[in-house]
């Protein structure tokens, strides 16, 4: 049996520099899977507006289905520059 193929793989990671938000892509990139994770310094996720869940450092969250322009994070603690990697699968 062959194995369908969705998509190329996505990856990237990102350093804080400050404490305000960003995201890892400024234009529409849509991912049918994404494994997010906080590998120093505990990080806030959300929208452009306001990043409400909190993950420690060394968690792992995973995204299906999603536009990864609209993900923002930002240090859940001023001055704690921390560092976010994904991977995922790019949509066809």
Not at 3 to 23: E, H, K, L, N, P
Not at 56 to 72: C, H, K, P, Q, W
Not at 86 to 91: E, K, P, Q, Y
Request: no cysteine; aromatic share 10%.
């Amino acid at each position: 049996m062959a194995v369908a193929f969705r998509g190329a793989i996505y990856a990237d990671s990102d350093t804080a520099s400050g404490d305000t938000a960003r995201r890892f892509e400024t234009s529409a990139l849509k991912l049918t899977w994404a494994a997010i994770q906080v590998t120093t310094q505990a990080q806030v996720f959300g929208d452009s507006s306001t990043q409400p869940v909190s993950y420690a450092a060394g968690a792992t969250f995973e995204l299906r289905n999603v536009d990864i322009s609209t993900l923002y994070f930002k240090n859940a603690a001023a001055g704690q520059n921390g560092t976010v990697s994904i991977v995922g699968i790019l949509a066809e």
